[in-house]
Nanobody, 126 residues
């Protein structure tokens, strides 16, 4: 069955860095775009980044993270990474990776998600 498993979250001080991983299984990984979104308490879900399908996946970023976050994919490992630098307290949230298989989504941004993982908590605090 389709699974996406996030890892790499934690507690980090402001201007610190973290790298999140999203390990996927149960579908043809390199065929689909993969996205990251986040959910903070009391706030709406926010799309963070997305990478399109294939070996030359093209990244896209929300304005709030552009220049600080970098998304990449390793299709041989069925994994997408989110490198987060210069983290700020407003980046604190649960981060999820997901995809849209029913929508056959290969490009970004992802408008909808039909599969996502359990999330990983990122807390930025001194």
């Amino acid at each position: 069955q389709v699974q996406l498993v996030e890892s790499g979250g934690g507690l980090v001080q402001p201007v610190g860095s973290l790298r999140l991983s999203c390990a996927a299984s149960g579908f043809t990984f390199d065929y689909y775009a993969i996205g990251w979104f986040r959910q903070a308490p009391g706030k709406e879900r926010e799309g963070v980044s997305c990478i399109s399908s294939g070996n030359d996946g093209r990244p896209s970023y929300a304005d709030s993270v552009k220049g600080r976050f970098t998304i990449s994919r390793d299709n041989a490992k069925n994994t997408v990474y989110l490198e987060m630098n210069s983290l700020q307290p407003e980046d604190t949230a649960v981060y999820y990776c997901g995809t849209d298989l029913r929508g056959d989504a290969r490009g970004c941004p992802l408008i909808a998600y039909d599969y996502w993982g359990q999330g990983t908590q990122v807390t930025v605090s001194s």
